[in-house]
């Protein structure tokens, strides 16, 4: 079955620094490839998505890359701020299953 | 999150007793997800529904049941059979086999 690995399992950037978060998947069957933003006491929000036709995409501070023939995908945020600070998850799905597989995710926290 | 409803928001009971966890939502989606979140780990599926009446295993089904009467609810019962029931459950919905929205969860403390 599909794993997803996640790196790193913490991150402490200064504000206004980028930061990137990558991960790793093993299906190469796998072709949809969201992100979740989970805040302290909240569910995971879905911030963003690429699927496997595309090589990146952007939204405002936030984009992700993909790189199918290395099974690398990762989720770039730009000029970081307080408010990004929180939990993010990657994750993989194909098409040979039909249920998303979670990476173990990553505790961003930007410093003031 | 807004049109998913998840409740109680803390949830405490003793070991041995059977337990439901709410999830009620009005966005009209078909799909419906349970995920399990231990500290420090990913989401685990439990159980999945795509459709009304009809409803799935997933990776840590064991020690869970629920049901999908209607389209707009998806209770989670966490019986005695679950060895390690304290956990936040994350109640969501989606389509696809992905899930698009989550609740906020609920925490489960059972001593």
């Known amino acids: 079955g599909e794993n997803v690995e996640q790196h790193p399992s913490t991150l402490s950037v200064q504000e206004g620094d980028s930061a990137v978060i990558k991960c790793t998947y093993s299906d190469s069957a796998s072709n949809y490839f969201p992100w979740y933003k989970q805040e302290l006491g909240k569910g995971p929000q879905l911030i963003i998505d690429i699927r496997s036709n595309v090589g990146e995409k952007k939204d405002q501070r936030i984009a992700v890359t993909l790189n199918k023939t290395a099974k690398h995908f990762s989720l770039h945020i730009t000029e970081t701020q307080p408010e990004d600070s929180a939990v993010y998850f990657c994750?993989?799905?194909?098409?040979?299953?039909?249920?998303?597989?979670f990476g173990p995710g990553t505790s961003l926290s930007v410093i003031p | 999150d807004g049109g998913i409803t998840q409740s109680p928001k803390y949830l405490f009971r003793k070991e041995g007793q059977n337990v439901t966890l709410s999830c009620e939502q009005n966005?009209?989606?078909?799909?419906m997800y349970w995920y399990r979140q231990d500290p420090g780990q990913g989401l685990r599926l439990i159980y999945y529904s795509q459709i009304v009446n009809d409803f799935q295993k997933g990776d840590i089904a064991e020690g869970y049941s629920v049901s999908r009467e209607k389209k707009e609810s998806f209770p989670l019962t966490v019986t005695s059979a679950q060895k390690n029931p304290t956990a936040f459950y994350l109640c969501?919905?989606?389509?696809?086999?992905?899930?698009?929205?989550f609740g906020n969860g609920t925490r489960l403390t059972v001593t």
């Open positions: 994750a993989a799905k194909g098409t040979s299953y039909d249920k998303v597989i």
């Open positions: 969501a919905i989606g389509t696809g086999g992905s899930p698009l929205h």
């Open positions: 966005l009209n989606h078909d799909a």
